[in-house]
């Protein structure tokens, strides 16, 4: 990952916990522990339960729809790519589902 790409998805992520801690819920950013078996950890977590019992959490994707990777799929159409990349944090977190509320914030 690039210096300026890591850049903004930490800016991208301070400014979500920094809205949700405006509003007083208390958050926090890149939890560890999670996840045991490989050490990924989502960008952050809020400190309440909201939903049955789960607390949510979020991690932060910021594409590129020029990027080799994304553009034979960027020409099907924004929501396409955004659904892909969704995906692709989705199933990255699945062993969390049991216990948090994923969201993946795609930009």
């Known amino acids: 990952m690039s210096v300026g790409r890591l850049a903004r998805d930490h800016d991208f992520n301070s400014l979500i916990a920094w809205a949700l801690v405006s ?3 208390p958050v926090t950013k890149e939890p560890r522990g ?5 050490g990924k950890r989502p960008n952050g977590l809020t400190l309440i339960a909201w ?3 789960k607390a ?3 991690d932060v994707m910021i594409i590129c729809p020029l990027a080799e990777s994304y553009v034979n799929v960027a020409v099907q159409g924004t ?3 955004v659904e892909l990349a969704a995906a692709h944090k989705t ?5 969390l ?3 948090y ?3 993946p914030v795609v930009v």
């Open 56 to 58: 949510p959490l979020w």
């Open 91 to 95: 199933a990255k977190y699945t062993k």
């Open 23 to 25: 509003v007083g819920i």
């Open 101 to 103: 509320l994923f969201h």
């Open 34 to 38: 999670l996840l045991h078996s490989d």
């Open 79 to 81: 929501s396409t790519l």
């Open 97 to 99: 589902a049991c216990c």
């Open 51 to 53: 939903q049955a019992g």
